[in-house]
């Protein structure tokens, strides 16, 4: 079964960039899935950061959009996330997740459901000077 | 943004109790919604997807249903295990939004 594996520098100071890999084993990431990264600040709820399909195509939250890049590694079989010009506001466990679409068709329109199946177990990044 | 109201914050219950967390999202978003439960430090796991699909391995105690643009996840004969925070997320529009959250706690 897929399983995936976050890794990052832990500490980064205010005004950095952080680089974030999702190591991903069980599965390629060459399959027909999209993948995902979400943040939760320590004691708060979680945050969609964006998302990047099996071709390299992405879609990030335009409340980040100025600020990250999400790409692919197909010959280590990893995703990365590179966050620029953090603040203390970007302090958080970071995750990826994979995302499964599905077909369906409600009041007979037919549609994409999707949802975040298979998670990391999170990599905290703080930043401090 | 699709924004989502998550209610109640907070749930006290016992062992055994039956549960309902609401998620009302600010525009129509068909069946487009999940919900995830986690454990402190831990990810999010996958109950529901589709607003109603049980996701495997998942107790049948979980339940999902819409109203509209009203969604709910129920919990009968709560388990130990089930103390945890619930959230609701829609992937009908990037960027997906998820609900503040439902901590569940023990009475």
């Known amino acids: 079964q897929v399983q995936l594996q976050e890794s990052g520098p832990g500490l980064v100071k205010p005004s950095g960039t952080v680089s974030l890999t999702c190591a991903v084993s069980?599965?390629?990431?060459?399959?027909?899935?999209?993948w995902s990264w979400v943040r939760q600040p320590p004691g708060k709820g979680l945050e969609w950061i964006g998302k990047?399909?099996?071709?390299?195509?992405?879609t990030y939250n335009p409340s980040l959009k100025s600020r990250i890049t999400m790409s692919l590694d197909k010959s280590k079989n990893q995703i990365s996330l590179k966050l620029n010009s953090v603040t203390a506001a970007d302090t958080a466990l970071y995750f990826c997740?994979?995302?499964?679409?599905?077909?369906?068709?409600?009041?007979?329109?037919?549609?994409?459901?999707?949802?975040?199946?298979?998670w990391g177990q999170g990599t905290t990044v703080t930043v401090s000077s | 943004d699709i924004q989502m109201t998550q209610s109640p914050s907070s749930l006290s219950a016992s062992v055994g109790d039956r549960v309902t967390i609401t998620c009302r999202a600010s525009?129509?978003?068909?069946?487009?919604l999940n919900w995830y439960q986690q454990t402190p430090g831990k990810a999010p796991k996958l109950l529901i997807y589709?607003?109603?699909t049980l996701y495997i391995g998942v107790p049948s105690r979980f339940s999902g249903s819409r109203s509209g643009t009203v969604f709910t996840l129920s919990i009968s004969n709560l388990q130990p295990e089930d103390f945890a925070t619930y959230y609701c997320?829609?992937?009908?529009?990037?960027?997906?939004?998820f609900g503040q959250g439902t901590m569940l706690e023990i009475k």
């Open positions: 069980g599965g390629s990431i060459s399959s027909s899935n999209w």
């Open positions: 589709d607003a109603s």
């Open positions: 525009q129509s978003i068909s069946t487009y």
């Open positions: 997320q829609q992937s009908s529009s990037a960027p997906y939004t």
């Open positions: 997740a994979r995302e499964v679409s599905l077909i369906v068709v409600v009041d007979a329109t037919q549609g994409e459901s999707s949802y975040l199946d298979v």
């Open positions: 990047i399909s099996h071709s390299g195509s992405t």
